[in-house]
T-cell receptor
Framework: KQEVTQIPAALSVPEGENLVLNCSFTDSAIYNLQWFRQDPGKGLTSLLLIQSSQREQTSGRLNASLDKSSGRSTLYIAASQPGDSATYLCAVRRGSARQLTFGSGTQLTVLP | GAGVSQSPSNKVTEKGKDVELRCDPISGHTALYWYRQSLGQGLEFLIYFQGNSAPDKSGLPSDRFSAERTGGSVSTLTIQRTQQEDSAVYLC??????????????FGSGTRLTVV
């Protein structure tokens, strides 16, 4: 059974800092991994999708990496802003499964 | 539409009543998923629809839960005889699955269900 863990559960940083969120998964036979952001009381917004054959994906100030063999992904946020405050979720998809397995999320607060 | 649309956005119901939650996926997306997010919990898979195939109902927590997808588009999640533990945010997502590969999900804003 696939298990996804996100560390830390919560993180508070001053504005302007670069930061890294971690995601680990137990079964390396994944098809892809997706990072989402969830604002309070809202649905999930997709940030980055990394296919199993890829090592990283970038979008603006965000960079996600994937190391399938070690079962790890990181989300790097450069020059953080208060508007980045949200819960960040990673989710993996096994090759044979259709549904995603989600981590519990990292609640990020960027202080002005 | 441009995104996944869910209605209602909020629903308060009395214990024992039935509720229907609606999801309108992105046009052309063949796959549709329902998830549940309870307070302090992660996202829990409920059910998956892919084209005209039989749905994967393996995540439904009890036989009080059912879902259908009409015409390969709009989906309705029905909860019968609601219980307080059904209170959660119900999220719908759609994907281009089946179009030659696995794609990312696009989620709706969810329906917040409160059973009193």
């Amino acid at each position: 059974k696939q298990e996804v863990t996100q560390i830390p559960a919560a993180l508070s940083v001053p504005e302007g800092e670069n930061l890294v969120l971690n995601c680990s998964f137990t079964d390396s036979a994944i098809y892809n991994l997706q990072w989402f952001r969830q604002d309070p009381g809202k649905g999930l917004t997709s940030l980055l999708l990394i296919q199993s054959s890829q090592r990283e994906q970038t979008s603006g100030r965000l960079n996600a990496s994937l190391d399938k063999s070690s079962g790890r992904s990181t989300l790097y946020i450069a020059a953080s802003q208060p508007g980045d405050s949200a819960t960040y979720l990673c989710a993996v998809r096994r090759g044979s499964a259709r549904q995603l397995t989600f981590g519990s999320g990292t609640q990020l607060t960027v202080l002005p | 539409g441009a995104g996944v649309s869910q209605s209602p956005s909020n629903k308060v119901t009395e214990k024992g009543k039935d509720v229907e939650l609606r999801c309108d996926p992105i046009s052309g997306h063949t796959a549709l998923y329902w998830y549940r997010q309870s307070l302090g919990q992660g996202l829990e898979f409920l059910i998956y629809f892919q084209g005209n195939s039989a749905p994967d109902k393996s995540g439904l927590p009890s036989d009080r839960f059912s879902a259908e997808r009409t015409g390969g588009s709009v989906s309705t999640l029905t909860i019968q005889r609601t219980q307080q533990e059904d209170s959660a945010v119900y999220l719908c997502a759609s994907s281009l699955d089946g179009a030659g590969g696995f794609y990312g999900y696009t989620f709706g804003s969810g329906t917040r269900l409160t059973v009193v």
